[in-house]
């Protein structure tokens, strides 16, 4: 133990001694948490929308004024022309045209019938998709009221109404920044956890410290878990300050308890870490330690379930999902704060990322080789 408690000293001195450790660990995180989640917006807005107007009439006008009193577009352009709205989308000017034929209000008043023309620039599929969704949606609730203004009901309407009233359970508001926010917690843990232990030892083999260390009798698992133990500590300090901005800033509290938060944080912390100290072993420079760091981060951060939902993905990805720890942790941390589960709830997950723990720790150890 006391070989222990004199390695531990060595990495917190070593630590603290470097200011480039602390911005990474203690500013970055903060700066990234006050970024992301006002970048990571899952709704399209600020759709720009050319009109080509040829029946300029009472329907018409009303159209386009629900479609901009939605809040999801911005109408760029107003023509008669539908070559001239073309013109629009060609200069990136405009994303989606609708054309309104000259015949449109005769036909909605007489033929009891009307077609409009919507063309959407699809080089962006993600907005391409959303947009012409909204716009028919809008175009949809814009046909039922005109209905509605049409039909005489007698005092006693003889037709069945139903009406559904919807319910949102656990983000009453649907904000986004509570779904989002807890996800881009989990990959700052990561990040800092992985990467920083992955670059230690190897900074050690560079100066040539480690040599110093392999000719001491320290065993190795001594060695692995005074590299671990400092690391673990910093890692659930930056977890405390991501939740604190997360409150002050966001105001979000978790419906379920700090313990069990915590508990399955520190957990899944020891798997990060040893996946990162196992890196390190294997690289013999830190420019080889970050770029495999760097390499696994992009895996975790598109197959972790942050941005993308795992149950949309093809088969083959979410067996990839099923052996990347950080999605367990980003479902578990959204199940506590959103939805208020317990150990219960995510007892599998909690074993799934001990049994990472255990599997890359222990191979850490072994495949660290003294070489005297």
């Known amino acids: 133990m006391r070989t222990l408690k004199f390695l531990l000293q060595k990495e917190f001195r070593q630590i603290f001694r470097d200011p480039g450790i602390l911005r990474v660990i203690f500013i970055l995180p903060v700066i990234q948490l006050l970024i992301l989640p006002w970048a990571a917006d899952y709704e399209i807005k600020n759709i720009k929308l050319a009109v080509a107007d040829h029946d ?34 060609e200069r990136d000017k405009a994303d989606l045209i609708l054309e309104i034929p000259a ?30 969704s909204y716009l028919r949606t809008i175009i949809q ?37 509570f779904f989002m926010v807890p996800g881009i917690l989990v990959l700052l843990l990561t990040m800092v956890g992985s990467n920083l232990t992955a670059i230690n030892i ?32 910093l890692g659930l300090l ?19 308890s700090f313990l069990t938060i915590y ?37 975790f951060v598109l197959l972790g379930g942050l941005y993308t939902s795992i149950d949309s993905m093809p088969g083959w990805a979410k067996i990839i999902t099923r052996l990347n720890p950080v999605s367990y942790f980003i479902e578990v941390i959204r199940m506590v ?11 599998y997950q909690l074993l799934t990322i001990f049994g990472f723990a255990v599997i890359l720790n222990s191979w850490a150890v072994i495949n660290y080789r003294k070489r005297s």
Do not use: C
């Open 202 to 233: 190897v900074k050690e083999k560079e100066i040539g410290t480690i040599e110093q260390i392999n000719v001491t009798p320290v065993k190795k698992y001594h060695f692995i878990l005074g590299k671990l133990i400092p690391f673990w500590v």
């Open 141 to 177: 609730d814009y046909n039922g009221q005109v209905r509605t203004d049409w039909i005489q009901f007698p005092r006693f309407s003889p037709e069945t109404h139903i009406e559904v009233v919807s319910s949102n359970w656990f983000n009453p508001l649907m904000n986004y920044k």
């Open 103 to 132: 015949s449109f209000e005769r036909e909605l008043i007489k033929e009891d019938e009307a077609k409009l023309f919507v063309a959407v620039n699809a080089i962006n599929g993600v907005k391409a998709g959303l947009g012409s």
């Open 56 to 89: 300029h009439s009472e329907y018409s006008r009303q159209l386009i004024n629900k479609i901009t009193a939605s809040g999801y577009f911005i109408l760029t352009d107003y023509t008669n022309s539908y070559n001239n709205a073309m013109q629009q989308v």
């Open 337 to 347: 704060v959103l939805k208020g589960s317990g150990i219960a709830d995510i007892k």
């Open 263 to 299: 508990f399955f944080a520190a957990v899944f912390l020891l798997a990060v870490l040893g996946l990162g100290l196992l890196i390190s072993t294997y690289a013999n420079n830190q420019q080889q330690a970050m770029l495999i760091s760097f390499f696994i981060m992009m895996i």
């Open 238 to 256: 930056v977890f405390t300050i991501g939740f604190t901005i997360a409150w002050l800033v966001y105001g979000i509290v978790p419906a379920g």
